[in-house]
């Protein structure tokens, strides 16, 4: 397959797609959600297979829970497809009206970006929320996964891909590409290609952002935070640390970090140890968190760089600082500007935490694991962006548009301006 070839013929598909019914992609989506739930036993079985592959390969326990795809894993992809669905068009919509002179009406309408290359880690079911959040939102896709889960991807795509041309949508709207070479193939198709979302390793996010002209969103890492302020309530903070770390510790939103306030170590460190513990977290801290735990608890002892690790395991980084200000500037130093939590009942400190922390995402007395498109109600997400520039955090159907202007006149012309026989009044209208 010549992924350029390709990617020609889906730019040209492009605006047939960005111009179909909203009814049409619905219904394109109720029939990949049924289509999923039928074929269910065959992707059982390719799962299977990619399962008992890793396994051979002594792939890590952590990477291997990301690549299972079971009855819980589809009836969450189902449930995501349906929540889509009920969504309103995300294009379309009118962002602006308004009219710049007597018949001269400017407006600012949503569009699909257009085509889009999404290259993500081994998680199958992350193939069926991508697909399907393009297909909302009106945009061809570029599916390229993990070699890891090959056999399921390629049972997934299959099933999307035959549903969304029995339901009229353009065939070449989607393609699956399968061979690691073709990532580069497709980092060339500047041309063609409006949009790369890389989803896995910092190492592998770099490595695309730097091969590529076209523009990319993302996030490189999760290096997630959670601060406990001296007024925190402490019973209440230990579930939501321990959900954050252990509730699936290999997401990009799992809590990696905690800082806890000098004022209440003595008394918390010890509590916060226990669970993590007989959660079978191992902990890594600062020398004076190692030697405020030594004797009761294993903690290896970290230098201040080590702070900038992101685990996707059961291992926790525990440090000390005096504040909410010096947690902040903790978080801005080392954190990937993904998602950070602080635990406080003072809305003093929690204000200045929410105001001062530069990340996509900033709580107040909850897990940093609610960082994901459908929980957000998005319907899922095509990744996370800790960038800012046009879509951050959980990306959705909201960041999967763009806009244009339509200008509509009856022979205007800018030199009658220019010379002073005609002059703007740019009125808003309603729409």
Do not use: W
Not at 224 to 240: Q, S
């Amino acid at each position: 397959m010549n992924i350029q070839i390709e990617a020609r013929n889906m730019k040209l598909a492009a605006p047939k797609l960005a111009n179909t019914s909203i009814e049409q992609r619905n219904k394109a989506l109720l029939m990949i959600a049924d289509a999923l739930e039928n074929s269910k036993d065959k992707i059982f079985a390719a799962n299977d297979e990619d399962m008992e592959a890793a396994a051979g390969e002594g792939l890590a326990m952590s990477i291997q829970k990301r690549l299972k795809f079971n009855e819980a894993k589809l009836a969450d992809a189902i449930s995501g497809i349906k929540q889509l669905v009920d969504l309103p068009d995300p294009t379309g919509r009118v962002l602006l009206k308004r009219e710049l002179d007597e018949g001269l009406v400017l407006t600012r309408v949503s569009v699909p970006i257009g085509v889009i290359g999404v290259i993500f880690e081994a998680r199958p079911d992350a193939l069926v929320q991508i697909a399907s959040l393009c297909i909302k939102s009106g945009n061809c896709a570029i599916l390229k996964g993990g070699k890891e889960t090959a056999k399921t991807n390629r049972v997934l795509f299959d099933i999307i891909k035959s549903s969304v041309i029995e339901a009229g949508l353009p065939k070449e709207c989607l393609l699956q590409a399968q061979l690691h070479n073709e990532i580069d193939e497709l980092l060339a198709c500047d041309k063609d290609v409006d949009l790369l979302i890389p989803r896995g390793s910092n190492k592998f996010v770099r490595y695309i952002m730097e091969h590529t002209k076209i523009p990319v969103m993302g996030h490189s890492s999760g290096i997630c935070h959670i601060y406990v302020d001296d007024k925190a309530d402490t019973d209440a903070a230990i579930p939501v640390i321990i959900d954050a770390k252990t509730q699936y510790p290999a997401a990009c939103n799992a809590v990696e970090t905690i800082l806890v306030n000098r004022k209440i170590a003595d008394s918390f460190l010890p509590k916060l140890a226990n669970a993590f513990k007989d959660n079978n977290v191992k902990m890594r801290g600062s020398s004076e968190v190692c030697n405020m735990l030594k004797g009761s608890f294993e903690v290896e002892v970290m230098e201040d760089d080590d702070f900038a690790t992101e685990y996707n395991d059961y291992i926790v980084s525990i440090k000390l600082v005096d504040d909410v200000v010096e947690a902040a500037d903790h978080i801005n130093r080392f954190g990937s500007h993904h998602t950070d939590s602080i635990l406080t009942t003072n809305d003093s400190a929690s204000e200045y935490f929410t105001k001062m922390v530069d990340s996509a995402g900033v709580y107040v007395n909850c897990s940093t694991r609610f960082a994901d498109g459908y929980r957000y109600g998005f319907g899922a997400e095509v990744g996370i962006s800790t960038g800012k520039l046009h879509a951050r955090g959980p990306v959705g159907l909201e960041g999967l548009v763009t806009y244009k202007y339509k200008l509509i006149g009856s022979g205007h012309i800018v030199g009658d301006y220019a010379g002073g026989l005609r002059s703007f009044h740019h009125k808003d209208l309603d729409f």
